[in-house]
């Protein structure tokens, strides 16, 4: 059974950091790319961040860049999402997501979410 639960998310005062982490179970995790998603009530789901399979290559969205860092640890079969600076319009729900195998993305995996408030 495939699993991805995030986690670390909560309120956070304009400026502050938080560390979201997605765990995940059940497909070979480093046949997998990875990504980071948001999403706010009435808009469309946004791409956040990205690493491919190797951990060798990662992407931003311009929003972001410079701010978020995204990593994974192969033993732990886990992605991380070190967000610092953050602001008001950071606040979404934040998935994590799996395409694979490798550029064939033949199967896709979502998390179910974790809550992020930048509020003061």
């Known amino acids: 059974q495939v699993q991805l639960v995030e986690s670390g998310g909560g309120l956070v005062q304009p400026g502050g950091s938080l560390r979201l982490s997605c765990t995940t179970s059940?497909?070979?995790?480093?046949?997998?790319?990875m990504k980071w998603y948001r999403q706010t009530p009435g808009k469309e789901r946004e791409y956040v961040a990205g690493?491919?399979?190797?951990?060798?290559?990662?992407d931003y969205a311009d929003s972001v860049k410079g701010r978020f860092t995204i990593s994974r640890d192969s033993v732990k079969r886990t992605i991380y999402l070190q967000m610092n600076s953050l602001k008001p319009d950071d606040t979404a729900v934040y998935y994590c997501?799996?395409?694979?195998?490798?550029?064939?993305?033949?199967?896709?995996?979502w998390g179910q979410g974790t809550q992020v408030t930048v509020s003061s």
């Open positions: 690493i491919i399979h190797n951990g060798r290559i990662t």
């Open positions: 997501k799996a395409e694979g195998p490798y550029a064939y993305n033949t199967h896709t995996y």
């Open positions: 059940g497909f070979t995790f480093s046949m997998f790319n």
